[in-house]
């Protein structure tokens, strides 16, 4: 790092530590007046989805009447439509001047709530989880309005998807997501060719399949009722949210874009589950998890020792190459099941055909150090039957 840089950095720290401590004042004054200074990880799609979407829930649930700022630095708000939404619920500044001064009024914590709790604390449980389960079959707080219904419904018809089809969204996270820190979490990335089995059972079906994502991603083959909207020139935040928003369910991995499907209430069949504790976010999702395979051992660690033991949290790649643990992608036909299983749920029409006590016995194993210990989301009977020494 340039010494100019550094001597830059360091005046702006000591700069506003100095104008925090001249606001105290003015922070104590708003705080009585029961101002907060709402700091979200807007930067990521899903932190962004899902912690403001939390705050409001819990608002409602507590019947609290604190007014919450929002300051967001405009060039790198994750997605500008979702903001456009926000924007009903928060006071939300986007200028450099608002950035730095309400920074600085909450510097000290006297007016600021850190919605850290929602979706990022280490080691223990997500509120994010907690408030979900409180909520319940309550109506979701985002959801597309009658504007962008209509707008949708027409740049679908330009994406080549026929008038009145139903769809499903499918996402595989991938390799260039996220270039700056791509290497620590590479091992919650995924093949899209391992969906290809439970896209062809949709488009059997007569449904049409919307592959979501960005050009980092590899191409799909030509395939019947299949649109690769992730290299679509129609690419747009906009179209990104609406998409979403007008599927039947969605097929995805453990990313973002799979949390602001849950928020906005589309139900989630969620592949590669990784860190295992984690689960999901509504009762509407399953999902399965990917399996690790311990060099030690030579064999597939069952999920009671990992939920026994701090693997269950791992959260960076580096851990389980230390640990000689190999995480192991969910095949095609288990993410096939996966897929038949949300089908006959949302559908009314799925019957248990395996009586399985494992979904209780892995809840039960749970704690409150564990990511998703609220979380209401199930596992798939299938891949519990197939697996069930891994759940013994």
Not at 42 to 52: M, S, T
Not at 72 to 80: C, G, T, V
Not at 367 to 374: I, L, M, P, V
């Amino acid at each position: 790092m340039k010494v100019e840089t550094i001597l830059l950095k360091s005046i702006y720290k000591i700069t506003t530590f100095l104008i925090s401590l001249i606001l105290i004042p003015f922070s104590i004054f708003f705080h009585i007046l029961g101002v907060r200074h709402f700091k979200v990880f807007y930067e990521r799609i899903g932190h962004f989805a899902v912690e403001p979407d939390c705050l409001i829930k819990e608002i409602k649930l507590c019947k609290t009447k604190h007014k919450h700022i929002m300051v967001l630095d405009k060039n790198f708000i994750s997605n500008y439509h979702l903001l456009k939404y926000w924007k009903k619920h928060f006071y939300v500044y986007e200028s450099k001047i608002m950035f730095f001064i309400v920074n600085c009024l909450s510097n000290f914590g006297i007016m600021s709530f850190d919605g850290k709790k929602y979706l990022r604390n280490k080691q223990q449980f997500q509120e994010a989880y907690y408030i979900y389960n409180k909520w319940g079959k309550r109506n979701v707080v985002l959801e597309l309005n009658k504007k962008d219904i209509q707008w949708a419904n027409e740049m679908l018809s330009k994406l080549g998807l026929p008038k009145n089809s139903w769809y499903v969204v499918v996402h595989a996270r991938t390799e260039g997501f996220s270039r700056v820190d791509d290497h620590i979490q590479n091992y919650r990335n995924s093949n899209i060719n391992n969906m290809l089995l439970a896209v062809k059972r949709i488009t059997d079906l007569g449904g049409w399949v919307v592959r979501i994502g960005d050009k980092n991603m590899p191409k799909l083959k030509k395939m019947k009722n299949v649109i690769d909207y992730a290299w679509s020139n129609l690419k747009s935040d906009r179209l990104d949210f609406c998409v979403i928003g007008k599927a039947s369910f969605m097929i995805g991995n453990t990313s973002g874009i799979t949390c602001l499907a849950s928020v906005m209430g589309i139900p989630c069949a969620v592949t590669n589950v990784v860190p295992i504790s984690v689960g999901w976010l509504t009762e509407k999702d399953i999902f399965i998890p990917k399996l690790l395979w311990s060099d030690k051992l030579k064999r597939n660690l069952t999920y009671k020792e990992i939920l026994e033991s701090e693997i269950s949290n791992y959260n960076y790649s580096n851990q389980y190459k230390n640990a000689r643990i190999n995480v192991l992608e969910n095949s095609e036909t288990d993410i096939l099941n996966l897929t038949n299983e949300m089908l006959s749920k949302i559908n009314e029409n799925f019957t248990d055909h395996f009586s399985c006590p494992f979904q209780e016995e892995f809840k039960h194993l749970l704690t409150k150090s564990h990511y998703g210990y609220f979380s209401k989301s199930r596992i798939s009977r299938s891949f519990m039957k197939k697996y069930k020494e891994l759940f013994l």
